[in-house]
């Protein structure tokens, strides 16, 4: 076995690569951003949890003890990410005419069965923000008499209290914060609210009593909190989408630097994390990442139109973290074949027990692989890793596939717990039955057997007409897919 490499990650506080040391020896302790769970996810929202994924995993690989933490935004989020508008939970409700309790519940349950659907491993905790808002309270008391100061809309946290407010985002002027809500009485333009009173004459379906009136909290504050109640401060790496990096996790920093009495961002740990990972945007070019869209690009739309979820993760692998990815449904083909052909190849490892991960031609193989996730886990460079172990000549099964299983443990591909079969999916709008699929292929089969080809022909011709494209050159039986 080769040497297990250091990790080297790219921080977005500093933006330079560094190398990971824990603050507590031999943990890995992260926190990432979740959804809120007021309407389904989009893929570009599942592409920052499927590399907050692959940082688990590849922490976990490295030997650390990881404590992961995700949380589910139930409350406080305005349809403006920059701290303006309604609540998109209390809004969701009202154009449903449901309980916003119900909407939470039911999209939070969407939201895991695309994680399971992704391979995504469970955190050591979902922290959800309605059950931690005595401890927000308690939090904003603590900080308000140095760094608050109440309005009749809430009670507002001033940027100018603490040193290096932006340094994430690199804001240097107020012009650059021309997203935020305009609020009279705001000392600066970028301050933020910490608690939102509820106006007088209405009733919020989610309020508390507080000491600043009865009413809810900032979006902001809820990560701060869970975040320093589950990991401690300062904890290892923050994570979220590259969306975050502008307004949100700023606005965190400073709270997590008036709690903890921290000073400036010269020393990483003093904004509450010791990494801050982010990664970049999903880009599509329709316009359906949106999701006023209508039907905007959800998983389970992949799985409508006969796309296995594990492509859409095998196409985020192909590409950097940091990288811009653009969709594309030929891209998402392209990425389904090259996962279908790995395993068709560990279909033949399958019979055989894995033996120790040690060989001299897949040595080179391995320490690519190695070097590869530890550099800032460039899993592009790590998939071609993996593709040339299995395509080795003459090494030992039981030896590839420890090799093999090793890899995909990082990767998180499922390789051995999903057979071909299971990445043929049935397109919502089919007009044809697998079942019956399989009944004419047979007969096309016994009719090439039988060198009766233009039957051969005729059937394969009808299965055209029905969407079915046969693939003949299988070396593992005949494969077709509906297009």
């Not at 305005?78 to 609540?87: F, H, Q, S, V, Y």
Request: hydrophobic share 40%.
């Amino acid at each position: 076995m080769t040497e297990t490499p250091s990790l080297t990650l790219f921080n977005s506080l500093t933006r330079k690569l560094e190398p990971f040391e824990p603050v507590h020896p031999g943990e890995a302790r992260v926190y990432t951003c979740g959804p809120t769970v007021y309407n389904y996810p989009h893929i570009g929202n599942m592409r920052a949890y499927v590399f907050a994924d692959v940082l688990g995993r590849a922490l976990s690989h490295k030997g650390y003890k990881l404590t992961h933490v995700i949380n589910i935004t139930d409350v406080g989020h305005l349809t403006d990410d920059a701290d303006a508008g309604e609540d998109k939970m209390e809004k969701m409700a009202r154009s449903q005419a449901q309980s916003i309790w119900d909407i939470a519940a039911h999209y939070t349950q969407a939201y895991w069965a695309d994680i399971a659907a992704l391979n995504i491993c469970q955190p050591a905790q979902w922290s959800i923000a309605t059950h931690y808002v005595p401890q927000m309270i308690a939090f904003a008391e603590k900080i308000a008499p140095a760094h608050c100061y109440e309005l009749e809309s809430g009670l507002y946290f001033d940027v100018s209290t603490v040193s290096d407010y932006g340094r994430l985002a690199r804001a240097v002027t107020e012009e650059g914060e021309g997203r935020i809500e305009a609020v009279a009485g705001k000392r600066n333009a970028a301050d933020f609210a910490i608690w939102r009173k509820t106006p007088a004459g209405e009733t919020r379906q989610m309020e508390w009593d507080s000491p600043w009136g009865r009413g809810a909290p900032g979006w902001h504050l809820e990560c701060s909190v869970m975040s320093g109640d589950l990991l401690g401060f300062p904890f290892d790496i923050h994570t979220g989408g590259i969306d975050h990096r502008e307004i949100h996790h700023p606005n965190e920093i400073a709270q997590n630097q008036a709690f903890c009495c921290t000073n400036g961002l010269d020393v990483p740990a003093n904004s509450g994390a010791r990494f801050w990972m982010h990664n970049n945007f999903l880009v599509e070019r329709s316009g359906k990442m949106s999701k006023s869209s209508g039907e905007f690009l959800r998983l389970q739309l992949l799985v409508d139109k006969g796309y296995h979820p594990l492509g859409y993760r095998m196409m985020c692998l192909q590409a950097h973290y940091r990288s811009e990815l653009e969709f594309s449904w030929e891209g998402l083909a392209a990425a389904l074949v090259r996962l279908k052909r790995m395993i068709m190849a560990v279909e033949r490892l399958s019979e055989v027990e894995a033996g120790e991960a040690a060989h001299p031609k897949l040595a080179p193989m391995l320490e690519t692989f190695e070097k590869a996730v530890g550099d800032d886990l460039n899993t592009a460079v790590a998939l071609t890793a993996l593709e040339d172990v299995l395509a080795a000549k003459k090494v030992d099964p039981a030896i590839k596939r420890a090799v093999v299983e090793r890899m995909d443990a990082v990767l998180g591909l499922d390789l051995f717990g999903t057979r071909r079969a299971d990445l043929r999916l049935r397109p919502r709008t089919a007009e044809i039955s697998e079942a019956e699929i399989e009944e004419v292929l047979a007969r096309r089969k016994q009719a090439r057997a039988d060198k009766d080809f233009a039957a051969s022909d005729a059937l394969r011709d009808e299965l055209a007409q029905k969407g079915v494209e046969v693939m003949d050159g299988d070396p593992l039986g005949w494969e077709w897919k509906l297009g």
